[in-house]
C-alpha cells in the first residue's frame, strides 16, 4: 500500500462526503458510482464500502441533530423498526444478485431520486406538512401516533415548532422499502423518506430531514454486518474511504450555509443523470 | 435538552472519534509498512491480537467495527434511557430494534 493508495480513496471519499453533506444526502449515491466507475472496485465491495460511510456520515451529523433536539428519537425508534428488517432482507437479498444487477437497480434508483434531489430535501426549502405553533394546543387523543410529537428550535424564525405525527402507516411503508434499498444498494434511503414524511405525515422538513439522518446509521449497520460476513468490507478500501468521508462531510456541513442554491442543485442532478446513464450502460456491457 | 438526548449524542460523537482515530492510525502503519491491506481480519479475537502487534489492518479493522458498533450502542443506551424514564412503549421498540441487530450482528460477525 501506498500513500498514493490512500491519498486516492480519502480524495474520494472527502469528495463524496462534502457534496453529500451540500445536498443533505448520505453520501452512499455518489460512493458507490465513484468506486465502480472510476476506480473499477467490484460492485459488492463498493456498496459495503458505501454502507460504512453512510454510518460514519450518520453518526456524525445524528450527534448534533440530537443535541439540538431536531432529530424526533421517538419517531426515530419507532420506525427504525421497519428500516431495520428491511435493510436484513436487502442485505441478504444482494447476496445473491448478481453485480449486473445491483448496477441495474442502482442506475434506476438513481434516476428516481433526481427529481427530490431536483428540488431539494434540506431544511432550508421550507417546511412542509402541517406545523403547529408554539404554545398551540396539541390535537385531542390520537392513540400512539400522539407520542411521537415533537418540538424543536427553529434557529432562523427564533421560536420553538411543535407537530403532530399523521399517517403512521404511511411512515411504516416508506421506511420499509427505504431499508431494503438501503440493504440491497448500499444508500441511506433519506431521498426517499424525507418528502414522504413532509408531504404525508406532517413532519416538517428540518425535523424530517434530522430524524431520518438519525435513522440511517442503525439502518446501514443491519445489513453492514451481513455485508462484513461475507468478506465483502475491504478494510484498506473501506478505511480510506471512510477516513474521507468524515472530514468531507464536515466540510461540506461548513459550507452548506454559503455554497447552497438551487442552480447548484440542479447542476448536480444533471451529474446523478449522466452517472445513472454511465452505470446502467456499464451494467448492460458487463 | 431531554437527558436520553445528551447520552445519544455523547455515544455518536465518542464512537466517531475513536473510529477515525484508529483509522487514521492504521492507514499510516499501512503506509509505513508498505504491506497490502486487502484482506479483512476476521473475529474479534484476531482483531484484538492484531492490535496488540501493532498489525495495521487489525487496527484498521477495529476502527471499522468501533464505527459499526456506534449505532448499536446508540439503540442500547436509548433501551436503558427509556426504561428509566419509564416510557414502556418505546423501550420495548428500543428492545425489538436492538435484538434485530443482535441477529444481524450474530449473521456477520458471528
Known amino acids: ?286 | 435538552m431531554e437527558r436520553k438526548n445528551t447520552a445519544v449524542a455523547y455515544v455518536l460523537l465518542t464512537g466517531v472519534i475513536v473510529s477515525f482515530l484508529l483509522l487514521a492510525i492504521g492507514l499510516t502503519e499501512a503506509v509505513l509498512s508498505g504491506g497490502p491491506a486487502l484482506v479483512g481480519v476476521h473475529g474479534l479475537r484476531a482483531i484484538v491480537h492484531g492490535l496488540l502487534r501493532g498489525d495495521a489492518t487489525s487496527t484498521i479493522d477495529a476502527g471499522l467495527l468501533v464505527l459499526m458498533a456506534t449505532p448499536v450502542l446508540r439503540v442500547g443506551v436509548l433501551v436503558v434511557e427509556f426504561i428509566r424514564s419509564r416510557e414502556t412503549p418505546f423501550a420495548l421498540i428500543s428492545i425489538v430494534v436492538l435484538f434485530l441487530l443482535a441477529a444481524s450482528v450474530t449473521i456477520g460477525v458471528g
Open chain 1, 1 to 286: 500500500m501506498t500513500i498514493a493508495h490512500v491519498m486516492i480513496l480519502a480524495l474520494s471519499g472527502f469528495a463524496a462526503g462534502m457534496v453529500g453533506a451540500l445536498f443533505g444526502l448520505g453520501g452512499g449515491i455518489l460512493i458507490i458510482p465513484i468506486l465502480v466507475l472510476l476506480l473499477k472496485v467490484p460492485m459488492h465491495n463498493a456498496i459495503a464500502t458505501s454502507l460504512i460511510c453512510v454510518i460514519a456520515t450518520s453518526s456524525a451529523a445524528a450527534s448534533r441533530n440530537v443535541s439540538t433536539g431536531t432529530a424526533n428519537v421517538r419517531l426515530g425508534m419507532t420506525l427504525e423498526v421497519c428500516t431495520v428488517v428491511g435493510a436484513m432482507l436487502g442485505g441478504l437479498l444482494a447476496g445473491i444478485l448478481h453485480a449486473r444487477t445491483l448496477m441495474t437497480l442502482f442506475g434506476a434508483a438513481m434516476l428516481l431520486m433526481v427529481v427530490p434531489m431536483a428540488r431539494g430535501v434540506d431544511a432550508e426549502e421550507g417546511t412542509g406538512g402541517e406545523l403547529i405553533p408554539a404554545g398551540g394546543e396539541p390535537e385531542p387523543e390520537r392513540g400512539f401516533s400522539r407520542k411521537l410529537d415533537g418540538e424543536y428550535f427553529d434557529g432562523a424564525s427564533g421560536s420553538f415548532v411543535r407537530y403532530s405525527v399523521r399517517r403512521l402507516p404511511v411512515a411504516f411503508g416508506i421506511s420499509s422499502l427505504a431499508g431494503v434499498l438501503s440493504g440491497l444498494l448500499g444508500v441511506g434511503g433519506g431521498i426517499l423518506k424525507v418528502p414522504v414524511l413532509v408531504t404525508y405525515c406532517g413532519i416538517p422538513m428540518k425535523a424530517a430531514a434530522a430524524t431520518s439522518n438519525f435513522m440511517i446509521g442503525v439502518t446501514a449497520v443491519a445489513s453492514a454486518f451481513v455485508f462484513y460476513g461475507r468478506g465483502d468490507v475491504l478494510p484498506f478500501l473501506t478505511g480510506a474511504t471512510a477516513a474521507g468521508v468524515f472530514l468531507g462531510s464536515r466540510s461540506g456541513t461548513s459550507l452548506s450555509g454559503r455554497l447552497q442554491s438551487g442552480r447548484l442543485r440542479k447542476a448536480f442532478a444533471m451529474i446523478m443523470v449522466i452517472t445513472a446513464a454511465q452505470m446502467l450502460w456499464k451494467a448492460w456491457r458487463g
